[in-house]
């Protein structure tokens, strides 16, 4: 049976669009910080820019504003879902959990065992898997210092008490 978190996340990290230069360094301190390796494939933030066109032609993105895209820079991140957590209930073994002091959601490496389901269920695609551990890995909100929060030059990013996004985006 899936493990059922009822408690909210204490905090959220949210981004302003209109601020970010695109230079990513939220992803390094990210993967620097929590993997101990410059990899944006497996940082927790996700910087995007919505283009809809690419090297294959025409491209059905995340964000569709206009035809070809508006080329903002699109910062998706973990909401912190409330429940049900779509990753959690996915999870045969129980690995996504909660954890003290922020309250969110993450992946404890114990328990997982590198199947992949929680990156399938999550409707925003912010589960990320590392080939390298074989394990998938979540945002756990740096317990409540968020590294991609300190590491934006642009002050684009902000941590903040916890709300609901999943019906914002």
Known sequence: SPLIIL???????????TKCVGCRRCELACTEFNDGKASPTIARIKVRRNLNFG???????????????????????????????PCANACPNNAIVLKPPTNAR???????????????????????FDKDTNQATKCFLC?????????????????????DMTDKV
């Open 55 to 85: 090297p294959k032609g025409l491209y059905d993105g995340q964000v569709r504003q206009g035809n070809w895209g508006n080329g903002v820079i699109v910062q998706d991140f973990c909401k912190q879902c409330s429940h049900p957590v």
């Open 143 to 163: 317990d409540g210092a968020p590294k991609c929060v300190e590491a934006c030059p642009a002050e684009a990013l902000s941590y903040v008490a916890w709300q």
């Open 7 to 17: 408690d909210n996340a204490k905090g959220l990290v949210i981004a302003d669009p």
């Open 106 to 128: 993450v992946v404890d490496p114990e328990k997982c065992v590198g199947c992949r389901m929680c990156q399938r269920a999550c409707p925003w695609e912010m589960i990320s």
